[in-house]
């Protein structure tokens, strides 16, 4: 699953949309082709709150593993290059986790813009 959202982090205008993996948009069609009682109850997905949770605890270990990375390099037990690899990473896990946000607050006020 983070793999699929980092994928989408990635898209600029440089890079398109070919690099997007598609396991996920099968899973999903799958999902929705299924019977109603197992698509509402438990997917292969998992719940939103469950993937939202996760996405946090894994850019919340990212970024720890590149502060430990910065430390190693400047004690010099790690190689410049795997410094760098660790701390671009890290850069990209944040940048998807701001643009995760940023979507979310903008559907919550599209949704509280609806008229009832």
């Known amino acids: 699953m983070i793999d699929a959202i980092k994928n989408v982090s990635s898209l600029s ?4 949309l070919g690099s997007i993996a ?3 948009s099968s899973a999903a069609s799958n999902a ?4 109603p009682e197992t698509a ?7 719940s939103f709150a469950s993937v939202m949770s996760d996405v946090a605890k894994n850019t ?3 970024l720890k593993e ?6 190693a390099g400047i004690k010099g037990t790690m190689s410049t290059r795997e410094v760098v690899d ?5 850069d990209q896990t944040l940048q998807t986790a701001i643009a995760l946000r940023d979507k979310m607050v903008s559907a ?3 949704i509280t813009k609806m008229q009832i």
């Open 108 to 110: 919550f006020l599209d």
């Open 86 to 90: 660790k701390v671009m990473q890290a």
């Open 40 to 46: 509402i109850g438990s997917s292969a997905v998992g």
């Open 60 to 62: 919340i270990s990212t």
């Open 66 to 71: 590149a502060e430990n990375a910065s430390f």
């Open 22 to 24: 598609t396991d996920l």
């Open 32 to 35: 929705i082709a299924s019977t």
């Open 13 to 16: 205008a440089t890079r398109g």
